[in-house]
C-alpha cells in the first residue's frame, strides 16, 4: 500500500518538474520575443 503511494507521489513530483521546466522555457523564449534577451525587460526600454 505504502509503496504504491510513494511511487504515485514520485511521478507526479517528477512530472512537475518537468511541466515547471518546460513554464520556465517559454517565457524565457516569450522574454526574449519581446527583445528583452537578458531576461530583464529594463535593459532594452
Known sequence: MWQQWH???AS???GFAKF???MAA???AFREAEGGG???SG???
Open 38 to 40: 537578458g531576461g530583464v
Open 26 to 28: 517559454t517565457e524565457k
Open 43 to 45: 535593459d532594452v526600454r
Open 7 to 9: 511511487e504515485g507521489a
Open 20 to 22: 515547471s521546466e518546460r
Open 12 to 14: 507526479v513530483v517528477s
